[in-house]
């Protein structure tokens, strides 16, 4: 699956639009977690266990988003993007979303 940010993939010509895909999922923080969060905020750094946590949910959207366009018989994903929402205290949405589509290789001549 090819999946790009642009409207078209070079070399490639789109032959089918199959429309909207989206993947999403939504993560709790953890206590143990916000407590080090805490202790971070003070001294300052990266707050590796967010970091692994964001990395996790956006790799878990991005396929269940691979998973529909696959179901609608698509090769590739054009035009995608992530956004976040939080939608309560504690809990985070990560939306993968983009058009599936069918490419084919452009014909040399």
């Known amino acids: 699956m090819i999946i790009c940010t642009t409207d078209n993939i070079p070399n490639k010509k789109i032959v089918a639009t199959y429309g909207l895909v ?6 709790a923080r953890h206590l143990g977690t916000d407590i080090m ?5 003070i001294v300052g750094g990266e ?48 939306v993968a979303y983009g058009t599936a589509v069918k490419v084919e290789d452009l014909e040399e001549g």
Do not use: F, P
């Open 47 to 94: 707050i590796h266990q967010y970091t692994k946590l964001m990395g996790e949910v956006r790799e878990q959207s991005i396929d269940r988003m691979v998973a529909e366009a696959k179901r609608m018989g698509a090769n590739a994903i054009v035009g995608s993007r992530l956004t976040t929402s939080m939608v309560m205290a504690g809990a985070a949405e990560l």
């Open 37 to 41: 969060a805490s202790l971070k905020g």
């Open 22 to 27: 989206r993947g999403n999922a939504i993560r």
